[in-house]
């Protein structure tokens, strides 16, 4: 493992790539938080204590990011060369409520969050143009320090404003969808994905396309398998599997909710149409 070592407080060294942190040590002693976002196969550790003297230890890995206090050890697993941000979140940047929205966020806490995945990205893409400066990366870690508060910090619990769903957001969250078919799907997972809270997300849906969210993830599940019935030379159970069905069961009860037939009834309907 390769520890960080020292301290510097130099302008445009709160947003670090994670191998130059790690080699000049610039983020181990500043107080309040970090972002650790690995990217790549990179697979870092994060080990310390609270105020309450517990230890704690955590390993973060793309696509999790983490919120551990400034204080916190850091070390890469095997990696000479790690990819990704080491980032200092500063509180001032939020005004008078910037304190009571960090001492909210949750520390030694990990992350699944599109935003800061993009964020990391687009770093990621300067960097290796070499067109990134110190002001510029203050500048990302003003932005991320103020969407770590209010997404995770005080102000995350809080009512939203209704916002309205957007073509751009719809596509996306459809996407989503169909590439992640086959697999859980919850509706946190895509209010993340449009930068909303499950509940002002969950309503915009609705209003745009008439179904909550989890209505539409099944109905997609069933018009997935559909299609996969059509097809002869798949089996129904690997039918019900691909399309994000837990156990064939389920899939059969909830197919057979929504268009009448059972999967095999409806194999052998189109086997009879075909013929």
């Not at 309503?203 to 996969?228: D, I, Q």
Request: glycine share 8%; charged share 20%.
């Amino acid at each position: 493992m390769k520890q960080e070592i020292g301290s510097t407080s130099d302008r445009g060294l709160r947003c670090q790539p994670m191998n130059v942190a790690f080699t000049n040590g610039g983020l181990n002693s500043v107080l309040g938080l970090r972002l650790v976002m690995p990217t790549g196969t990179t697979v870092v550790q994060a080990a310390g204590c609270d105020d309450l003297g517990v230890n704690h230890a955590i390993l973060i890995s793309d696509p999790f990011v983490a919120v551990i206090p400034a204080g916190a050890q850091l070390a890469t697993i095997a990696d000479n060369d790690p990819k990704g941000w080491v980032i200092v979140l500063k509180p001032g940047v939020l005004g008078q409520v910037s304190q009571e929205a960090f001492d909210a966020v949750p520390k030694w806490s990990k992350s699944w969050d599109p935003f800061l995945r993009e964020a990391a990205d687009t770093l990621g893409a300067l960097h290796h143009a070499e067109i990134i400066d110190p002001v510029c990366a203050d500048a990302f870690a003003d932005v991320i320090s103020v969407h770590i508060a209010l997404r995770h910090g005080h102000c995350a619990g809080a009512a939203e404003p209704d916002i309205p769903l957007t073509h751009q957001m719809l596509t996306r969250i459809q996407a989503f969808v169909h590439e992640h078919i086959a697999e859980p799907i919850l509706v946190e997972q895509l209010a993340l994905l449009v930068h909303m809270g499950a509940s002002n997300f969950a309503r915009a849906f609705k209003r745009v396309t008439g179904r909550p969210p989890h209505r539409y993830v099944t109905l997609e599940r069933v018009k997935f398998a559909r299609t996969m019935l059509c097809e002869e030379t798949i089996p129904l159970v690997d039918v019900g599997a691909r399309a994000g069905f837990q156990t064939q069961q389920h899939f059969t009860e909830v197919f057979h909710r929504y268009t009448g037939v059972t999967p095999r009834a409806y194999r052998l309907a189109h086997r009879n149409v075909g013929s």
